[in-house]
């Protein structure tokens, strides 16, 4: 089981242009910061935080490599057509550049990063975007120096492959590896969501039996038992056509 997650979940999220999640998801918490996305699944979700939200760097990690193949996929695509975009618009200002210069002004042209995503490039350099296969919490990540750390929709499936001792083993290892202030966004799934997936084989429903540390307790035990001064829980994110009702929690180290 790879956390439960499939490639067409975060597609449909993305294109409903409604997400609520993107309302919640503050510019401010990523723009010029080194981020980690923990769960990225097919990438969706990650690219468009990156596009939107204008990180410096921004890594989206998932143990399963048929997903995060996927989202390396996606990106080079978004890249193509980034690129497309880019030839065009400066097509047509060198056409307007060659009439300025006709008339004895000066003429400047944009010059493209090679490797930096988006047709942002040329307002916004050296921005990176990437993804890689990586199980958080059975593998060690070296760097401890993030802004940011998302964990977007996969604390159910992370809880009933590992128990309690894994979804602990991942909110120390996310305050392990932020900066002092550094921010923890956590979104998680309602116990009623567990319910409905314990079944899913005989080690789902063996761990669902053993799990005590319920989602209703999770700001007590990231602030109290982790060590995040600061838990807010921001609310819910809604999603009209599939029901979805999360909450978001931003925790700061």
Not at 78 to 85: G, K, L, V
């Amino acid at each position: 089981m790879a956390y439960g997650n499939y490639q067409g979940y975060y597609q449909y999220r993305l294109e409903d242009c409604e997400d609520s999640r993107f309302h919640i998801l503050k510019k401010e918490y990523f723009i010029n910061k080194k981020c980690l996305d923990i769960g990225c699944n097919a990438g969706a979700v990650t690219i468009r935080i990156f596009e939107d939200h204008k990180p410096r760097y921004m890594v989206g990690i998932d143990r399963d490599k048929i997903l995060v193949k996927k989202a390396q996929q996606n990106l080079k695509k978004i890249r193509a057509i980034s690129d497309e975009e880019e030839d065009k618009r400066r097509t047509v200002d060198n056409t307007s550049s060659s009439d300025t210069d006709a008339e004895g002004a000066a003429s400047s042209e944009n010059i493209a990063v090679p490797g930096v995503p988006f047709a942002a490039q040329t307002t916004t350099i050296n921005r990176t975007l990437l993804f890689r296969q990586e199980n958080i919490i059975t593998e060690r990540h070296k760097d401890h120096s993030y802004d940011t750390i998302t964990c977007l929709s996969v604390v159910k499936w992370i809880h009933l492959t590992y128990g309690d001792d894994g979804l602990l083993s991942l909110f120390r290892k996310a305050h392990r590896l932020l900066k002092p202030g550094g921010l923890f966004i956590l979104e998680f799934q309602s116990w009623k969501s567990y319910k409905k997936k314990k079944s899913l084989c005989r080690e789902t429903e063996k761990m669902y039996a053993s799990i005590e540390m319920r989602p209703d307790s999770f700001e007590q035990v990231l602030s109290s038992e982790i060590g995040f001064t600061f838990v807010e829980n921001l609310g819910k994110t809604v999603h009209s056509k599939k029901g979805f009702r999360r909450h978001i929690l931003l925790c700061t180290k």
